[in-house]
Each structure stands twice: as structure tokens, then as C-alpha cells.
């Protein structure tokens, strides 16, 4: 595909202005990653989201987007489906399956309309999916709606982690009870693995065992 026609169909409706005044102080320190092996395309995502006050990374490659993410994770992936090296597939796939990074919104950007093709990215883990040509209400809407749902994420984890802080806090009190939350997690942990359950089945496991009682 001429790469001038790619591009002009990401303007098939609405243009971009300036930033509202209503964008939150969040929504304007998200960090998006933008990741399509089209230099056109994917300059002029970043310009797109760079105009609502976002703080974008916009890469040409899985291998770049990998090497970023190490550096600094984003708060949201969006990735092109077909790239030369490692397709968006399998950047998704990785991501989901590690457990640093595995809560970070992913989508999926694509000209494929096939069936099989939308299922093979939920397999993935894909969390949403952008059909081409990209329409920017659309693009805006998506990326504002999985940003909050992160945000809820983030807010989760931190309460959590908290209330596991003062958990063994009241713990290390007494010496009776000292690191008894601890073991019992390491037991739950041990016997989910013997039970072979999955990952995602022993991190619960073990998380409800850390801060209980």
C-alpha cells in the first residue's frame, strides 16, 4: 500500500486540536507507547496523541518497543499487528505473560478483518483492538477509556500494598506471630505449584494468604 494513501485515511473524520481544558493532570503525564513500523503512521499517531497531552514514545519496532519498556514501562501499549521482526502478536503475548508487565493496556492496531485475526489477538492478551483506517474520536475514546481503567489498577495495587505494610507491621509486634503471614503464603504458593495450577492462580493464592489474618 502507497504509504501517503496509509496515511491519509487516519483522517477520514474529524481533525485534532489543541488540548482541552477539562484533561486532568493524570491524563496529561500518561505515558503511551505508539508502535508501527510505518514512519508516516506512526508520527502522526504521536502528533495525535501528543495533542490531547499525552506523553508519547513512538517507535518503529517490537525490538525498540522491548528495550523502552525495560527503560520505562508505559501506561499503555498501542502496537501495529504486522511489523518486520517480531509482530504485534507476540510483543502482546510477551507482555501478558510477564508479570511486571502484564496489567498494562495493550492494543492492537490492524487492517485485517478477518475473524480468526481478532482471535488470535485475545489469545495474545490484547486488551483492544483499532481497526485502520483510524478514526481519531475513536482512537481518543479508546485510549482515554483504558487509561483510567489502568489508573483503577494503579490504585488497587498501591491499597494493597499497603494494607499488607501495616498487615506485617502489627505482625512484627509480636514475637509469637512474627512471619507467620509470610510462611503461610510461601505454603499457599507451594501448594498451588504442587496442585499445577496456573500463575495468575498462585499469585492470588499467595496475595490472600500475605495479608489475611
Given amino acids: 500500500m502507497d504509504p501517503s494513501r496509509k496515511v491519509s485515511t487516519i483522517y477520514a473524520r474529524g481533525s485534532h486540536g489543541p488540548a482541552t481544558s477539562e484533561l486532568s493532570l493524570r491524563r496529561r503525564s500518561s505515558r503511551v507507547l505508539v508502535v508501527d513500523d510505518n514512519p508516516n503512521t506512526m508520527r502522526l499517531m504521536e502528533e495525535l496523541l501528543s495533542s490531547r497531552g499525552y506523553d508519547v514514545v513512538a517507535l518503529l519496532d517490537a525490538a525498540q518497543a522491548e528495550a523502552e519498556i525495560l527503560r520505562r514501562a508505559p501506561d ?19 507482555l501478558k505473560e510477564n508479570p ?73 509486634r509480636d514475637p509469637y506471630t512474627e512471619g507467620h503471614c509470610e510462611r503461610l503464603a510461601e505454603n499457599a504458593s507451594n501448594l498451588g505449584r504442587h ?9 492470588a493464592l499467595r496475595r490472600g494468604q500475605d495479608c489475611g489474618p
Avoid: H, N, W
Avoid at 496442585?195 to 499469585?203: A, G, K, M, V
Fill in 195 to 203: 496442585l499445577q495450577l496456573e500463575e495468575d492462580e498462585i499469585i
Fill in 76 to 94: 499503555l501499549v498501542l502496537s501495529d499487528v504486522v511489523m518486520p521482526g517480531k509482530s504485534g502478536y507476540e510483543l502482546c503475548r510477551e
Fill in 100 to 172: 511486571a508487565t502484564r496489567l498494562i493496556p495493550f492494543v492492537l492496531i490492524t487492517g485485517l478483518a478477518e475473524r480468526e485475526d481478532r482471535v488470535r489477538g485475545i489469545e495474545a492478551g490484547a486488551d483492544d483492538f483499532l481497526s485502520k483506517p483510524i478514526f481519531p474520536e475513536e482512537l481518543f475514546a479508546r485510549v482515554k477509556s483504558l487509561l483510567k481503567l489502568k489508573e483503577f489498577t494503579d490504585e488497587l495495587e498501591t491499597a494493597e500494598s499497603v494494607l499488607c505494610t501495616l498487615g506485617l507491621s502489627v505482625e512484627s
